[in-house]
């Protein structure tokens, strides 16, 4: 990103790590700013063909990269009707929920090294499984949970938490997210410490980050919390977002895409405050262009779901593509597409697709 003379190697940046460190006012003035240079009644870009042409890019020609240089991932577990899904075929409806989920943001670290552009080709894995599924074998419960994710911004001190009442002074914006899960490997290791393999090979993300000024509008009251959380994670104003989601799957030999879930980031119970606060209340630092996501985002109706997993229900039923075509898993070849968007009066906030094709894994 540059801003104003492009000539100096301070203000041409190949991330937006430089501008995410200057902090939240810094991002709050530069919004202002695009919005007066963008509007109808500024001639500064308006009236200045070569300024214009400077300035923009056509989107058919741009290449879209990483937003930042990503130094740390965190997913979290914050979908009640996600986790209670996953906990029934697993655990069953009396151990749904572990002890600790209503209490604090579930999360674990995740794998930055493998977090990819939209448009980024994902190849199946393989790893090991439970002996009786001859133990090591090409993945073939291959699943595209939906998430959303937050860029860190200004960062803090190891060892100084970041409070909830300015949380929001750390949020910079938020992408789409296509955690891809092997859900073979991950059933047989997440015992005791979570996902490992089942999740590090390959993680999507939009290349448009909205910032979250421009989310405010759409903000919704926060979930119920009960029983109420610690000190430490209350907070009263409203910050979980109206934000349609969308998945697709195309198959290679499909003309059209066929949208297999339409979910809300609204339906999240621990909210992006509650997050970062947890994630730093033991004085852990982040860093400006960290990613924190959401982990899966299901709604209470199974056509919200938010997962593979939950729509086929474990693979025990198929998930109807039309025109004679199914899954309960990917095949090799599908492309999976997540799109998202806040809808106003008469405008839309979008975020750009989050999009993968799924590669055949390579023999061992």
């Not at 937006?16 to 509007?39: C, D, H, I, K, P």
């Not at 063909?49 to 290449?63: C, I, K, N, P, Y």
């Not at 100084?160 to 047989?188: C, T, Y």
Request: proline share 7%.
């Amino acid at each position: 990103v540059a801003i104003g003379d492009r000539s100096g190697p301070e203000r041409d940046q190949p991330t937006l790590n430089a501008f995410m460190a200057l902090g939240y006012e810094a991002w709050r003035e530069v919004r202002r700013t695009l919005q007066v240079l963008l509007s109808a009644n500024e001639s500064t870009l308006r009236d200045d063909v070569g300024l214009r042409t400077r300035a923009f890019v056509h989107q058919s020609a741009a290449t879209m990269h990483l937003p930042a240089d990503i130094g740390d991932y965190t997913d979290f577990y914050s979908s009640r009707d996600h986790a209670t899904n996953v906990g029934i075929m697993f655990r069953g409806k009396e151990n749904a929920l572990m002890p600790n989920w209503l209490r604090l943001p579930v999360g674990y670290h995740g794998r930055a090294s493998s977090v990819v552009v939209s448009g980024t080709p994902i190849r199946r894995p393989s790893g090991q499984m439970r002996p009786d599924q001859s133990e090591f074998q090409l993945v073939s419960l291959l699943s595209s949970p939906p998430l959303q994710a937050f860029f860190v911004g200004g960062g803090n001190r190891l060892g100084e938490p970041v409070p909830i009442s300015k949380a929001h002074e750390h949020i910079f914006g938020m992408v789409l997210m296509n955690d891809w899960s092997a859900r073979d490997i991950q059933a047989w290791e997440y015992v005791p410490l979570g996902p490992f393999l089942g999740k590090n090979f390959g993680t999507t993300i939009s290349p448009w980050v909205v910032p979250m000024e421009a989310l405010l509008p759409f903000a919704e009251p926060n979930a119920v919390q009960d029983p109420e959380p610690l000190p430490y994670l209350q907070h009263s104003d409203a910050y979980t977002f109206n934000i349609n989601l969308f998945v697709s799957l195309k198959g290679h030999d499909m003309a059209e895409a066929a949208n297999i879930c339409s979910s809300n980031f609204k339906y999240m119970y621990w909210t992006m405050k509650q997050q970062l606060a947890h994630h730093t209340v033991n004085g852990c630092n982040v860093r400006p262009g960290d990613l924190l996501a959401s982990g899966t985002i299901s709604g209470p109706e199974p056509e919200s779901f938010g997962s593979m997993l939950e729509l086929s229900w474990r693979g025990s039923k198929s998930i109807d593509l039309g025109g004679g075509q199914s899954r309960t898993f990917l095949n090799d070849g599908d492309e999976v597409t997540i799109t998202g968007h806040c809808q106003g009066d008469g405008y839309r906030v979008g975020f750009g697709p989050c999009r993968g094709t799924i590669l055949p894994a390579l023999q061992h």
